[in-house]
């Protein structure tokens, strides 16, 4: 088999970086090094896409490649996960994600993060994959709320060649609002400094550990601007005391970390170019984009209760650049792992083969579109949902929009993809007055949020932070006029900060899924001409 692994040399930062904090014998004069690896944002890619990037068989070829080099040098070496295993591709997410989960066991996950994505799916399916799994699953601010216990394991501590290294999970407190709100009701999601601190300060009784680090999936706020979103790594770091914690692996913004000599995001970062991490309190953090795009490796070494980082690099896992030419050298699949994988990609192909209709042009579901503007893919979604419950308008937030579609034919693949989360579609009847004093709230929410309304068959205005000249099929709403809103069930629960609708009296939960209404909508009426969409 043909090994080439990107040049580390290249990658590696030029300068250390040292971390002052107790270490768990101060007597001892041993010199120690730890080499950490992470991913984080998974979301179902077990399988390399169809221009052969990235995939968890080219990611086990590096990764053992990494651990032959560390083990070789004689350093310690730890694999973290910041979360998010669950949704994004439909031949993972109709599996509910076992090939990921067993597919990490292989590769020799020491822990991960449990991500807000874990629950998009009812708890026993999260018991089901914590079950695959041979590593586990942290999050030390997930309480149940009938006794305010640890929902889950909130920290484990690891022994590598001498160094034992204490790892604290973490989860996002917006979970509450952007996860399915009929799983997580029974769940509270507490503020995660003053639990760290906590357990930090436990764990360093009880087990004195050499490194301590918190595995997390809260998300990297360039200086602590977080905005809409709950405050994440950032505001973690600032609000610990000094050596709490030696690093942050991190998770959910989805972004390699990478900061420029004068302390600002590095905007050149590319595949293959140095990366340097933030830093705050004396806590570095770090996070390796998404999909499995790279793995992150620092290393660092101890000596005399000091942690110096002596380098950090992103690596990438068979990405192309603009030319479709791969950044770095190509890594091949491990036979293996991949020969494990593919019974599971077959499995899910063959449940989304064939196409369901076409597309004239492409139809832009990207982050950066959907949570910012209208866009003609939500105006498509959002007519379908419509037209399967006879709604007079309809609306969704953009976060529920997950991918874009290209054109020419559709699959149900790409269906899926768009709407992996299984959503009911939903109405509610209701008077103009009550759907209006409901739009002042929706219609609110900023962009660079999931929450950030898209809609169709409504129009209005927002002047001085008011909502005014609300009209729905071109006609001034009349406020003792009952009219039907479509919106799926994630939103109508209250997801994404939504007002909830589930227990007024005009609602009404179908069976219908939002991907097989958006099937149905495309079959019936392809070709879909973009000139029909609003944006």
């Known amino acids: 088999m043909r090994l080439i692994i990107p040049s ?20 001892i004069d041993a010199v120690h090094y730890l080499t950490v690896l992470h991913t984080n944002d998974h979301h179902g890619r077990f399988w390399h896409n169809e221009d052969g990037e990235y995939g968890m068989a080219a990611r086990k070829t590096l990764i053992d490649q990494l651990r032959a080099q560390a083990q070789a040098q ?6 973290l996960s910041g979360g998010d295993i669950n949704t994004g591709v439909p031949e993972s997410d109709l599996q509910h994600a076992e090939p990921d989960f067993k597919g990490m066991s292989l ?20 018991d089901k994959q914590i079950a695959w799994s041979n590593f586990p699953f942290l999050s030390a601010n997930i309480l149940h709320k009938h006794n305010g216990e640890h929902a889950y394991q909130p920290y484990t501590i690891i022994e590598k060649q001498g160094l034992k290294i204490a790892v604290i999970g973490l989860t996002t407190i917006d979970t509450v609002k952007i996860a399915n709100p009929e799983f997580v009701g029974g769940l509270d999601f507490i503020e995660p400094a003053p639990i760290t601190t906590q357990l930090s300060q436990r764990i360093r009784q009880q087990y004195n ?52 000599e004068n302390g600002e995001e590095d905007a050149d970062f590319a595949p293959g170019k140095a990366c340097k991490p933030d830093r705050q309190n004396g806590i570095w953090i770090m996070q390796a984009h998404e999909w499995g795009k790279y793995v992150g490796k620092a290393v660092f070494k101890i000596s005399d209760n000091e942690k110096t980082l002596e380098s950090y690099e992103l690596i990438p896992v068979n990405l192309k650049d603009e030319k479709g030419q791969w950044a770095q050298n190509y890594i091949e699949h491990d036979p293996e792992l991949k020969a494990f994988l593919a019974p599971y990609q077959k499995a899910g192909e063959s449940k989304i083969a064939g196409a369901v209709g076409e597309v004239d042009a492409f139809l832009d579901g990207r ?61 509610i009847d209701w008077s103009g007055q009550e759907l209006i004093d409901y739009m002042s709230v929706v219609s609110a929410f900023p962009p660079d949020s999931g929450a950030y309304l898209q809609y169709h068959g409504i129009e209005f205005d927002i002047q001085s932070g008011k909502l005014t000249n609300v009209k729905i099929q071109g006609k001034a709403v009349d406020p003792n006029k009952t009219y039907r ?22 609602y009404t939960a179908t069976d219908s899924t939002d991907a097989q209404v958006l099937r149905d909508f495309i079959e019936r009426h392809s070709p879909i001409k973009r000139s029909t969409l609003s944006d």
């Open 209 to 260: 550990p050499d490194v301590t680090i918190a595995v997390t999936h809260m998300g990297h706020y360039h200086n602590a601007a977080y905005g809409i979103n709950a405050p994440g790594d950032v505001t973690l770091a600032r609000n610990v005391p000094a050596g709490t914690l030696d690093m942050i692996i991190g998770g959910h913004s989805q972004e390699p970390i990478c900061i420029d």
């Open 8 to 27: 580390l040399l290249a990658l590696s930062l030029t300068a250390c970086y040292t971390t002052q904090q107790t270490s768990s014998d101060p007597t």
């Open 367 to 427: 982050r950066d579109t959907v949570r910012f503007r209208q866009s003609p893919l939500g105006d498509l979604v959002i007519k379908a949902q419509m037209a399967a419950v006879g709604a007079d308008f309809g609306l969704i937030s953009g976060g529920g929009i997950r991918a874009s579609i290209k054109a020419g034919e559709v699959s149900y693949k790409d269906i899926l993809t768009v709407h992996p989360f299984r959503n009911r579609i939903t109405y």
């Open 485 to 506: 809103m479509s919106i799926n069930s994630y939103n109508a629960a209250g997801g994404d900060g939504y007002p909830v609708l589930t227990d007024l009296p005009g």
């Open 107 to 126: 590769l020799g996950y020491d822990a991960m993060a449990i991500g807000n994505h874990e629950f998009d799916n009812p708890l026993d399916v999260l």
């Open 74 to 79: 004689g350093h310690s070496l730890v694999l």
